[in-house]
């Protein structure tokens, strides 16, 4: 019976050793604000330290991917604001409520740039972008994980990707008019 | 069909998306939050005896227990957020027993009662870093959870054999070697079966109406009722 239980222990720290910085990252390009990535991080593990009997062996990063999956959309529900880039003017009016961009770091800068990206990319697309353009996976591996066919897989990410492309041109030509003023 | 290029080595994507992309290469969980996933491995411990041994001691009850504890953990994640599992994770190394209650709930219960209390304790607590080395920790925690299933075990065969007197006596030095132990419900609902056996109706009484008021919405409760009532003259 102790062996049991030491198998699964070492079992969950070696998943977690594998796989927190992917499911800290997943829940951040989720939504999830970076101030609650810890605590949706710590609740995606205890999850899997439930069911850790119901997860098999190579397939820790799906299951784990489909737990922070779930649990970002919980939080995101629960964020009273709400973003959408889209709207021009809102996506306006979020860049004059930054900071002063040399106030902020360059890579913090960007990466909340992105996260202002992803957030403009529906619930649909949005996680099949992050699992190919983020975690480079392949689309063979995100049809795995995300039980979906790869035609399916194909088309959300080319969805995606033109959204994105299409707030990012956007996102570029509200910052270089911040820059002008 | 041929597999997409990622932007980040694409070529032709803007330099403005490759500078996002890249941003999120840096991107690094804190030292807390390794350190908090790392706090919940003694629940995928209780986990792995769950369905066993933990079942077997006790049809539901048990298995509600430990479940019981995880709930509470569960809550205590979401309500206390940071500090929770940090807090347990350390607790274990103050409290040896605690390890073995399999989901922490001791001290996640007392954080929810007294959240505001035990703020300064738990921002305390925190400084204490865990011990360096999980796996030696790990151990103990793993022995003494299958120490408490195995006490469990030989109260229920004495019971099972007819000898009360040796149960009660068992369900005694379970609760005296771990006062905080995963089982201490089911180890009062298994004293009043041992007391029962011994054909103290009245002692059956007593420890049925102590059991009830100490756990009115016990899985247990049905069955202590019932003992309760074949000991009523």
């Known amino acids: 019976m102790r062996a049991r239980i030491v198998d699964a222990e070492n079992r969950f720290e070696a998943v977690v050793a594998k796989h927190l910085d992917f499911v800290s990252r997943t829940l951040l390009a989720l939504g999830v604000p970076s101030t609650g ?20 062996a190579g397939a820790e990063r799906a299951f784990l991917f489909a737990i922070a999956r779930g649990v970002a959309a919980n939080v995101r529900r629960s964020r009273a604001r709400s973003r959408e880039l889209a709207d021009e003017d809102v996506l306006d009016a979020q860049l004059d409520d930054t900071p002063d961009p040399e106030e902020l770091c360059a890579s913090k800068r960007d990466r909340e740039m992105l996260e202002r990206l992803l957030d403009g990319l529906t619930d649909e697309v949005r996680p099949i972008f992050v699992l190919h353009e983020i975690e480079g996976l392949t689309m063979a591996e995100i049809a795995r994980v995300c039980d979906l066919a790869h035609g399916t897989v194909a088309s959300r990410l080319r969805r995606a990707r033109d959204a994105f492309h299409a707030a990012a041109r956007r996102l570029r030509l509200g910052q270089e008019r911040l820059e002008s003023r | 069909m041929s597999e997409p290029r990622r932007l980040l080595l694409d070529p032709d994507a803007a330099d403005f998306e490759h500078e996002l992309l890249r941003a999120w290469g840096d991107e690094q969980p804190s030292r807390a939050a390794r350190d908090r996933a790392m706090g919940l491995v003694a629940i995928a411990g209780a986990g792995a005896v769950g369905a066993h041994a933990v ?61 505001t209390a035990n703020a300064r304790a738990t921002a305390e607590e925190i400084q204490s870093p865990p011990s360096p080395s999980p796996r030696s920790a790990r ?12 006490m469990m075990d030989g109260v ?26 995963a089982f201490l419900e089911e180890a009062e609902a298994l004293r009043v079966d041992a007391i029962a056996k011994t054909a103290n109706f009245a002692a059956t009484r007593h420890a049925a109406d102590r059991f009830l008021v100490a756990h009115p919405s016990s899985p247990h409760a049905a069955r202590i009722r019932t003992l309760s009532s074949a000991a009523t003259p």
């Open chain 2, 55 to 115: 079942g077997a001691l006790a049809p539901n009850a048990a298995a509600t227990s430990v479940a019981a504890a995880v709930k509470w953990s569960t809550l205590g994640v979401i309500l206390i957020g940071g500090a929770t599992a940090g807090v347990s994770y350390v607790a274990r190394d103050r409290h040896p027993d605690v390890g073995a209650e399999t989901g922490t709930a001791t001290p996640i219960r007392t954080q929810i009662a007294v959240p």
């Open chain 2, 156 to 181: 229920r065969a004495a019971i099972a054999s007819g000898g009360g007197a040796h149960a009660v006596r068992l369900v005694d030095d379970y609760e005296r070697r771990f006062p905080r132990g």
């Open chain 2, 139 to 150: 151990t103990p925690r793993a022995d003494m959870l299958a120490e408490q299933i195995a």
């Open chain 1, 37 to 56: 990535v810890d605590d949706a991080a710590q609740q995606v593990f205890l999850v899997a330290a439930q069911k850790l009997d119901a997860i098999e």
